[in-house]
């Protein structure tokens, strides 16, 4: 299971969008943010090493789109949306690293993924800041950025119904995820994807708060059931 080259698990940093040069994985248990380091290895089910793999995908889509729609939005609008650039580079940025030291503690590679539809989008040392934006190796992850990223551009008011629409598919996408590291006994992951899952949370009410600061009244729920989801946990 394990590869035993830093070269293979170089590429699969780049393959599941985590970015990174390869090397260790310790990021440091501080600010509640766990650390692979803390765990055994443990034996890993196919649908949980392509759980890791989904996630770097889908957590480099959150901070690519907040990124590029805050920036277009100053761009064009001298708006600032701090909502996006706060979460983007405070939290984003952590759960892509986390992310990787998953992929580096266990070196995957695309042999032994199954839900890449794409070839690699970076070589195998280019560094995570330095990852094309918007660029991934699973089709529906793209499909995805393309479609917010044009209702992202209409207005404030689209880009922060798109981060209330990010957070809610991160967090219909973890619980199952949650539930086959559970199953499988891998409490890293478990642990992990927990984590992403608490963000998500937080983010989801920091984009419901713009919303209403804007004269939304419904926030997130303005664009319907299914984004509107008042039992999520506030800090």
């Known amino acids: 299971m394990i590869r035993k080259t830093l070269y293979l698990a170089a590429i699969s940093a780049a393959i599941i969008g985590c970015g990174g040069s390869g090397g260790s994985f310790k990021s440091g248990s501080k600010n509640g943010v766990p650390d692979v380091n803390d765990y055994p290895y443990y034996q890993l089910t196919q649908a949980n090493k392509d759980d890791i793999a989904y996630m770097g995908n889908e957590e480099r889509l959150a901070y690519d789109i907040y990124t590029y729609l805050y920036n277009y939005h100053l761009t064009n609008s001298n708006s600032k949306i701090n909502q996006l650039i706060n979460i983007a ?57 393309n479609s917010l990223k044009v209702k992202g551009e209409e207005s404030i008011q689209d880009a922060l119904e798109v981060g209330c629409m990010v957070e809610v598919t991160d967090i219909n996408d973890l619980n199952p995820k949650i539930k086959r590291a559970q199953e499988s006994g891998a409490k890293d992951l478990e642990d992990i994807f927990i984590f992403l899952r608490s963000g998500s949370y937080n983010h989801y009410w920091a984009f419901d708060k713009g919303l209403k600061n804007l004269g939304v009244e419904d926030g997130c729920c303005s664009l319907g059931d299914d984004w509107c989801h008042p039992e999520y946990p506030k800090k």
């Open 89 to 145: 580079n405070n939290s984003e940025r952590v759960h892509i690293k986390i992310v990787r030291d998953l992929v580096n503690k266990y070196q995957l590679t695309p042999q032994d993924l199954t839900i890449l539809t794409s070839n690699p989008v970076a070589s195998p040392t280019t560094p995570q800041d330095q990852l094309p934006m918007g660029r991934y190796d699973i089709e529906h992850i793209q499909n995805l950025y």
